[in-house]
């Protein structure tokens, strides 16, 4: 079955405007802020709304770190001196209200996915089966990162139809200016040993755009 995607990532909350084209799926690889403040995650739902499709799947990125929240009070808590409880929660929201705002939007399409595997019935016929992870290695203070030395397991399996992570796996896409790759070897692992349709990723700002990829058989 044809379906047409719409793929984005690393908005940033910014004055973005969606194509008109119509799409069976949008999906959304994440940095949908770029502070994690309450308002910029209202204004990437606005956005979300504005996109020209039934179903509209994201991921939070490293810039949402309000949605990973043993990170956000972690932040919190190292706030010099006393933390403004108040104030903190007027700039970014109280635990888990990026979250709930989320969960209110699922009228308009708009799904925020946890890491895992999921299936979807599509309005045009199509099964789509996705998996879906935010985290990136780090060893920052942001949200959903791990330690490049400890890796991390990302565990899909033969079948999937998507792949869809905020970072780029090892040796693709994966190099800033002036920068060695960044991407993730146990990701370029999962991806190799399943081989997806389609794998969307974004994180790399200089590295934008597409790439279609041949796998040879005797790679290892």
Known sequence: MATRFLILSDTHATDYHPPEQHADVALHCGDLTQESKIDEFRATIELLKAINAPLKL????????????????????????????????????????????FDEARDHGIMLLDEGL??????????????????????????????????????????????????PPHGVMDRPYSSSRVGCPDLFKSVFRTRPKLHCFGHIHEEWGARLVTWRENDT
């Open 58 to 101: 994201i991921i939070a990125g490293n810039h949402d770190f309000t949605l990973d929240v043993p990170m956000f009070r972690q932040k919190v808590a190292e706030i010099p001196g006393p933390a403004d409880a108040e104030l903190v929660k007027k700039i970014y929201g109280d635990y888990g209200e990026a979250k709930r705002l």
């Open 118 to 167: 999921y299936t979807f019935d599509l309005a045009n016929g199509a099964s789509l089966t996705i998996y879906a992870s935010p985290f990136t290695p780090s060893e920052g203070d942001w949200g959903f990162q791990y330690s490049p030395k400890e890796g991390h397991s990302f565990d899909f399996k033969d079948g999937v139809d998507i792949v869809m992570t905020h970072g």
